[in-house]
C-alpha cells in the first residue's frame, strides 16, 4: 500500500457528514445516508429535521482548492491551490 493510499483512506474513515440547512423551511437537516462519489466528492442523503416540513434532499461536498497546505504529510496529492497560496509560494 502506497503512502497515498494510506492518507486517502485516513481521509475516507475520518470524514465526516456535513450538516446544512433545508431551502424550504431553515431547518438543520439530519443525514439519511452518504456515499463518496470520488475521493474529492461526497453525496450526503438529508431530511430535513424539522417534522412538518418533511424536506428530503441531496447535499454535495466537493474539494475545490487548498488555502493552506498540511504540515505533515511528505506527499503531494497534487491538489488545485487558492489563488493566494499560489501567490504566497511564488513570492518565496
Ligand atoms: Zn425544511
Known amino acids: 500500500m502506497?503512502?497515498?493510499s494510506v492518507t486517502l483512506q485516513a481521509h475516507k474513515l475520518s470524514a465526516d457528514?456535513?450538516?446544512?440547512?433545508?431551502?424550504y423551511c431553515g431547518s438543520r437537516v439530519h443525514v439519511l445516508s452518504s456515499h463518496m462519489q470520488?475521493?474529492?466528492i461526497r453525496d450526503s442523503y438529508?431530511?430535513?429535521n424539522n417534522?412538518?416540513?418533511g424536506h428530503r434532499f441531496v447535499l454535495q461536498?466537493?474539494?475545490i482548492h487548498t488555502v493552506e497546505e498540511p504540515k505533515f504529510f511528505e506527499i503531494s496529492l497534487n491538489l488545485p491551490?487558492?489563488?493566494k497560496?499560489?501567490?504566497r509560494q511564488n513570492d518565496n
Open 85 to 87: 497560496l499560489k501567490a
Open 61 to 63: 461536498i466537493s474539494f
Open 38 to 40: 470520488s475521493d474529492l
Open 2 to 4: 502506497t503512502n497515498k
Open 51 to 53: 417534522k412538518r416540513c
Open 81 to 83: 491551490k487558492s489563488p
Open 17 to 23: 457528514i456535513p450538516s446544512g440547512y433545508c431551502p
Open 46 to 48: 438529508v431530511e430535513c
